[in-house]
């Protein structure tokens, strides 16, 4: 039974149309439905995803049978979505379980962004100051599906990726990798955690979350 309605894919193919440029590539790391309750779902997900446009590209990964594929793109949980641009070049931007409810919406966008390799957000000034950055960043944006402030934190931590390849972005659904959540504290969300040593919560607006950002770059 497929997951996105007909409604659904109407809308979708026409976005994709208008908006997409150059074709970007998603790799979706899965494991056996007996370690991953998602993934068979996330796969087909994407499959219909990709089955609306000739531009998103699709291929799936068993982690267990590509371990060498698994250390290259640092794939640590599953499922995971990774987008690589036109190239083929690691965009780092990264999702940590299924893209579902309010979060297929980011989804979405960022095929959008890493296709026209232009960021949702952020000005001039702004993506400057995140270019200047010149040391491996690591941010995790923990959320849930239901949270509507939710996409717009993990768009700017994919944005300020695909913006300096020195940053890695990752959505994390907190519900599927509990003991993730536990570690970090989370509580409510998006819980944001950049490089271990610093975190916020709440969907900040741009300026104050490049704010953010460097306070944890100094603290590297």
């Known amino acids: 039974m497929p ?8 809308y979708l193919k026409k976005t994709f149309e208008e908006h ?21 779902l996330t796969k087909q997900v994407l499959e219909e ?7 998103i590209q699709l291929s799936t990964h068993h982690v267990k ?21 036109a190239n083929g070049e690691d965009t780092n931007i990264r999702f940590y379980g299924i893209p579902s409810g309010h979060e297929f919406s980011t989804l979405i966008q960022d095929i959008i962004a890493v296709s026209n ?11 400057d100051l995140i270019r200047s950055i010149n040391v491996p960043v690591r941010i995790r944006v923990f959320i849930t599906p239901t949270c509507p402030y939710c996409p717009k934190a993990v768009l700017m931590a994919h944005n300020a990726a695909l913006i300096n390849r020195n940053i890695t972005a990752e959505m994390i659904e907190a519900n599927e990798f509990p003991e993730l959540s536990m570690k970090y504290g989370v509580s409510s969300v ?26 944890a770059v100094r603290k590297v």
């Open 65 to 85: 049978k590509e371990p060498e594929l698994v250390r290259s793109y640092r794939v640590e949980m599953t499922p995971a979505i990774i987008l690589l641009d």
């Open 117 to 127: 390799n232009k960021p949702v957000f952020f000005n001039e000034q702004q993506i």
């Open 190 to 215: 998006p819980h944001t955690v950049i490089n271990d040593v610093h975190e916020f919560i709440g969907a900040y607006p741009e300026h104050m979350f490049v704010q953010e950002l460097l306070k």
């Open 3 to 10: 997951l996105l309605s007909e409604k659904d894919t109407k």
């Open 20 to 40: 997409l440029k150059d074709p970007v590539k998603v790799l979706v790391f899965v494991d056996d439905p007996s370690e991953c309750e998602y993934c068979d």
């Open 49 to 55: 995803l990709s089955s609306i446009d000739g531009k």
